[in-house]
């Protein structure tokens, strides 16, 4: 084991010929293992002697008193070992409803934000192994992304080294058996409510009974496009001081005519790296937000100020002949969303939804189609109903009395309330989204369809109890998203 993870740090040249490198530890196999191999290798007579080792550990108040027990254990085998330790403690939980996000994506942010904080620019060794890589690029694959999602974790990625990326968890494991080294036990690695967790447990061992070499296929694919991108990024370091009129830690400026200048491909990488330094070395932008921003870019100029609010409280603005990108913090963002606009949707009719890649469509169902959906409503048989009016995640039926001639269109507001389908009373949309588990990210950009009083479809999630079709609807009104086109 030593020798393979010696082997792979000179490969890629992951530790410096001096100074100090800090190294995350939560306590696990990993990072215990982690740890052992770098206090083996680094110090005073060994194969990097110049090389000094700080631990560092985030406890994330997750899980009470076991949470502080864990650091205090940390704590205690850095003092034996005679290595330098900070703790840092952070309320992930509170972070995560403050900042209107996942409990996992807080608690990666809040561990990454502390280790920079100690490392103070210095390098930051982790404890992601081989099985990480292979469940990071299928959670990749599951949310989409383009070619720097399908090249996973690098052994390098600019602060941050994986000298474990050539071995698994099993190797790990073993390596602390033998060393008598005894891992703490993180019971949240087993609960199914994490994304990652139901990869592990559930995902890779199915794609294993289909192709027992899909762990090794995956790693495989991932090095083919990683020399791609390799080329992509030096592009995007080839453009970036043409493009880039000043850089600061919450706002990034660009000139708007060099930025359109690029070919598509280089202007969507190099607004990936903009929006990542800005969040903590993750982009939150999926294909949607770029169209968004391609969009807004591309629209004539009439000398107003045009901007998009993004995911993780990231602001497009098109001023002139600049383009400005930057990270509101959360005390200026007040009530969490920014305002809506709304736009009227007339019955038939389509419009384009603001802040959105969606089309609503709204559509009166022609008299044939009617007569014998009303036939179906009065004898209640809701299986031929369904057949005449087969409804989707982005396609439902709402009684025309209800809806009126005109529907007003627009994302989520503070405060908004509807009936979900089959409920007696209303609830907050937020709370809705929430019960539905909407990812965070896509909860802004959801539309909400009004009638004269009431909300009567949340795009995609439900139709208010209230639009229902009954024995009693004389109108049909057809409901639809559809994307914009390019």
């Not at 740090?9 to 100090?20: A, M, N, S, V």
């Not at 199914?192 to 199915?206: A, D, G, K, S, T």
């Not at 989204?433 to 009004?450: M, N, Q, T």
Request: charged share 25%; with cysteine; glycine share 6%.
């Amino acid at each position: 084991m030593l020798e393979i993870v010696t082997t792979y740090i000179e490969q890629h040249h992951l530790l410096p010929e001096q100074g100090t490198v800090v190294v995350a530890v939560s306590g696990g196999a990993d990072s215990l293992c982690l740890l052992h191999l770098l206090l083996r290798l680094c110090g005073p007579g060994k194969h990097f002697p110049a090389v000094e080792l700080h631990v560092a550990h985030l406890d994330h108040q997750l899980r009470g008193e076991a949470s502080t027990q864990e650091a205090a254990a940390v704590a205690r085998l850095a003092h034996e070992w005679g290595l330098a330790c900070t703790i840092g403690r952070v309320d992930v939980s509170a972070q995560a409803q403050a900042e209107r996000r996942s409990i996992e994506d807080a608690s990666r942010t809040a561990r990454y934000r502390f280790l920079r904080e100690v490392a103070q620019g210095r390098l930051i060794a982790v404890a992601h192994h081989r099985d990480d890589q292979v469940e990071t690029l299928l959670l990749h694959l599951l949310r989409g992304g383009g070619i720097d999602a399908m090249i996973g974790l690098q052994p390098r990625q600019q602060d941050i080294i994986r000298p474990l990326l050539s071995v698994g968890h099993a190797d790990t494991v073993a390596y602390c058996r033998s060393h008598g080294l005894v891992p703490i036990e993180d019971l949240s690695n087993a609960d199914p409510r994490f994304l990652r967790n139901r990869i592990r447990h559930e995902l890779v061992p199915f794609l294993e009974t289909l192709n027992a070499g899909i762990r090794e296929t995956l790693v495989r694919n991932a090095e083919v496009m990683r020399v791609d991108a390799e080329w992509l990024a030096a592009q995007v370091d080839a453009h970036w001081p043409k493009v880039v009129a000043d850089e600061q830690p919450l706002c990034i400026r660009l000139q708007l005519a060099s930025l359109l200048a690029l070919p598509l491909s280089l202007q969507r990488h190099l607004l990936r790296r903009v929006t990542a330094s800005l969040c903590d070395g993750q982009s939150p932008l999926e294909l949607r937000h770029f169209e968004l921003i391609e969009e807004l870019l591309r629209r004539p100029g009439s000398g107003e100020e045009l901007t998009l609010h993004l995911p993780q409280r990231l602001h497009l603005s098109r001023r002139g002949d600049m383009v400005l990108c930057e990270r509101v913090e959360p005390h200026h963002v007040g009530a969490g969303l920014a305002p809506a606009l709304e736009v009227t949707l007339p019955v038939p009719g389509r419009v384009s939804v603001p802040g959105t890649s969606w089309c609503a469509v709204a559509e009166l169902v022609a008299n044939e189609t009617l007569q014998a959906a009303r036939e179906a409503l009065r004898a209640k048989d809701w299986a031929r109903l369904w057949t005449i009016l087969p409804p989707t995640r982005y396609v439902v039926y709402a009684d025309g009395d209800i809806t009126g001639d005109t529907l007003r269109v627009r994302t989520r507001r503070p405060g908004d309330r509807m009936r979900p389908l089959g409920m007696m009373h209303e609830k907050k949309v937020q709370d809705v989204l929430v019960d539905a588990h909407v990812p965070h990210a896509e909860r802004a950009s959801i539309p909400l369809f009004f009638g004269p009083s009431h909300c009567i479809w949340l795009a995609g999630i439900h139709l208010d109890d209230r639009a229902r079709l009954t024995s009693r609807t004389e109108r049909i009104v057809r409901l639809s998203l559809h994307t914009k086109e390019p």
